[in-house]
């Protein structure tokens, strides 16, 4: 009983690869010595010299009686304090749309419709797929809901987290992308 290839077929294979390595061999490099030549006697390319660094001013932050830039202005704090008192939160059993799944960086306003007395927005999604939006409608993981449409523009008004444990709404826009 046989196993493997018959000793004819593996002599076979074995001239095959010493005629294919040996047609590999040719010494005769005359044209690559001349283009090695030829290249090395090109006229050398000049570098420029670096840009001169200029030097930035220093500037020494003293608190004095400046207010912290991390801390939030009395009017940011007293408007997260009246939305606190007034509830302010998204509504954890509404039902979420499809465009809230996407940041608002990554839509993209294409265009509008306007159909009787309604102005729809088209929006494209990273995906291409693209959207048709109303004012009411949601968009962006912000639970921003849109207030208004325009020709060139989307206004929505966001419900984001202020830092202390409530919410606040914030104005945000998706400009019309040409």
Same mark, same amino acid.
């Given at each position: 009983?046989?196993?493997?290839?018959?000793?004819?077929?593996?002599?076979?294979?074995?001239?095959?690869?010493?005629?294919? %390595?040996?047609?590999?061999?040719?010494?005769?490099?005359?044209?690559?010595?001349?283009?090695? @030549?030829?290249?090395?006697?090109?006229? !050398?390319?000049?570098?420029?010299?670096?840009?001169? %660094?200029? !030097?930035?001013?220093?500037?020494?932050?003293?608190?004095?009686?400046?207010?912290?830039?991390?801390?939030?202005?009395?009017?940011?704090?007293? @408007?997260? !304090?009246?939305? !606190? +008192?007034?509830?302010?939160?998204? @509504?954890?059993?509404?039902?979420?749309?499809?465009?809230?799944?996407?940041?608002?960086?990554?839509?993209?306003?294409?265009?509008?419709?306007?159909?009787?007395?309604?102005?729809?927005?088209?929006?494209?999604?990273?995906?291409?797929?693209?959207?048709?939006?109303?004012?009411?409608?949601?968009?962006? +993981?912000?639970?921003?809901?849109?207030?208004?449409?325009?020709?060139? @523009? %989307?206004?929505?008004?966001?419900?984001?987290?202020?830092? +202390?444990?409530?919410?606040?709404?914030? +104005?945000?826009?998706?400009?019309?992308?040409?």
């Amino acid at each position: 009983m046989k196993h493997g290839p018959s000793r004819g077929g593996a002599v076979l294979s074995l001239l095959l690869c010493a005629g294919v %390595i040996g047609g590999c061999s040719n010494r005769d490099m005359r044209d690559l010595n001349r283009y090695v @030549d030829e290249v090395k006697s090109r006229k !050398q390319g000049e570098i420029e010299p670096l840009p001169e %660094i200029k !030097q930035i001013e220093t500037f020494a932050y003293r608190a004095d009686d400046r207010r912290s830039p991390f801390e939030p202005t009395e009017q940011e704090r007293a @408007d997260d !304090q009246v939305q !606190q +008192q007034n509830g302010l939160a998204p @509504d954890p059993n509404r039902r979420k749309e499809e465009l809230e799944s996407y940041s608002l960086d990554s839509l993209r306003m294409v265009g509008t419709l306007k159909r009787e007395e309604t102005i729809w927005a088209l929006v494209r999604t990273q995906d291409k797929t693209i959207y048709r939006v109303k004012a009411g409608n949601y968009m962006g +993981q912000n639970h921003g809901q849109i207030t208004h449409i325009d020709e060139n @523009d %989307i206004e929505l008004t966001e419900i984001v987290p202020n830092g +202390q444990g409530g919410y606040r709404e914030r +104005q945000a826009s998706l400009a019309l992308k040409e």
